[in-house]
Nanobody, 123 residues
């Protein structure tokens, strides 16, 4: 399985972007999927995750602003980002747990990673 993330770009504060992560392979629907981000000079951090069944969770700083969803027919997971802030600026990575369908906040629990897509929020 390979993951391809896209949809990043430059957006003004309070704007919106939707990130997409397309997965190849037939077993995508059984994977838990996550989004992580890494800002310059910082460690990669958890943003949001979704279970195989559609359960979701978010880091506190994005709750109410970001929404993760999945379309198993398209083997794609999305991250809708609204009310963006300058502190959301980072490279965003999608990740998959190919051996588990429940979500995790720990990046070490994800064994498949996309290449990252850059999001820049200007104030």
């Amino acid at each position: 399985v390979q993951l391809q993330a896209y949809g990043g770009g430059l957006v003004q504060a309070r704007g919106s972007l939707r990130l997409s992560c397309a997965a190849s392979g037939r077993t995508f629907s059984s994977y838990a999927m996550g989004w992580f981000r890494q800002a310059p000079g910082k460690e990669r951090e958890f943003v949001a995750a979704i279970t195989w069944g559609g359960g979701t969770d978010y880091t506190a700083s994005v709750k109410g602003r970001f929404t993760i969803s999945r379309d198993s027919a398209k083997s794609t997971v999305y991250l809708q980002m609204n009310s963006l802030k300058s502190e959301d600026t980072a490279v965003y990575y999608c990740a998959a747990r190919s051996r588990a369908g429940w979500l995790s906040y720990n990046l070490d629990d994800y064994d498949l990673w996309g290449q990252g897509t850059e999001v820049t929020v200007s104030s």
